[in-house]
């Protein structure tokens, strides 16, 4: 297949360097409609989108889901020290203090 590209030696905005617009790389530019070329060379594009994408990942890692995973706290089952139904508490239970399912709780702290 003919292409009309040709290589396009093109100088960078943003440092000065010469660096080469490749026939494929128009190719692909112009496949995803973008009609201007590149106005900065490889290394500053890779610098921008280090920069860009860094400022994108840490604004949107708010709904990654590693914060809710980090805040469900790690329960131990226990056996109510009141009622004696097996529960989950979000300690682990040692001998010397009663434990108390959800409800016990409840009751046991409003006797106070
Ligand atoms: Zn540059
Ligand atoms: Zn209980």
Known sequence: MLSSYQDRVLTCKDCGTQ????????????????MHPPGRCPTCRAD????????????????????????QREMHPAVCSNCGKDTLVPFLPRGDKPVYCSSCFEQVRSYR
């Open 48 to 71: 921008r989108k280090a920069r860009l994408g860094s400022e994108r990942t840490s604004s949107s890692s708010n709904d990654s889901g590693y914060g809710r995973e980090r805040s």
């Open 19 to 34: 660096f080469v617009f490749t026939a494929g790389e128009q190719e692909f530019f112009a496949s995803r409609g973008l």
